[in-house]
């Protein structure tokens, strides 16, 4: 029977096999590659959603109170209204001597609400109240006594443990739509 002598050819493929293995198992066991437990973008935070709808009539403006849970689907969901602010509504006019105007509508309010909801923020498609939410996306802001159309303005993400200390009312700076010149 012959002898295999190892020359370079064999110790160089052995080696390369041998560290594909070690390669694999550590990528495998590995949880800084991997999604697990200590990834923060896997917990569940706290998303606010800054929203905006413009000339709502007064009386709707009354229905919505922080505290409301957001509906879908004909249930109650885990978003909740933590602020909301009305101001005379921005409208566009025509002055006495025809030029186009920005003013304040006499009736007509425009909201500032922030609303929360638990997500997981590693997750492709955010969800607030069962709804998709994006910047500069429509999203129908809908409780159990309100229901209109609003644009998404800002989304921030805060740990659950932080949340206590979030004041809604600043978190996003001046959220005003009107300014008179």
């Known amino acids: 029977m012959k002898k295999h002598k190892f020359n370079i050819v064999d110790i160089i493929v052995l080696i390369v096999v041998i560290a594909v293995i070690a390669a694999v198992i550590y990528r495998v066991f590995s949880t800084s590659h991997n999604v697990g437990d200590n990834n923060l973008l896997s917990e569940e935070q706290y998303m606010y959603v800054e929203l905006y709808a413009n000339q709502v009539v007064p009386e709707a403006v ?17 978003g909740e209204i933590v602020y909301v602010e009305a101001e005379p509504a921005a409208y566009i006019g025509v002055d006495s001597d ?3 105007v920005l003013t304040q509508h006499p009736l ?19 969800k607030a109240g069962e709804q ?6 429509t999203y129908i802001l809908k409780t159990q006594q309100f229901e209109g159309n609003s644009k998404v303005r800002n989304i921030e993400f805060v740990p659950v443990d932080e949340a206590e200390s979030i004041n809604p009312e600043t978190m996003f700076g001046d959220m005003s739509s009107y300014t008179e010149e």
């Open 98 to 100: 025809g030029n186009t």
């Open 108 to 126: 007509w309010k425009d909201l500032h609400v922030i609303i929360r909801d638990k997500v997981n923020p590693s997750e492709v498609t955010l």
């Open 62 to 78: 009354d229905t919505l109170q922080p505290g409301d849970l957001l509906v879908a689907n004909g249930k109650q969901t885990t």
């Open 132 to 137: 998709e939410v994006r910047v500069n996306y």
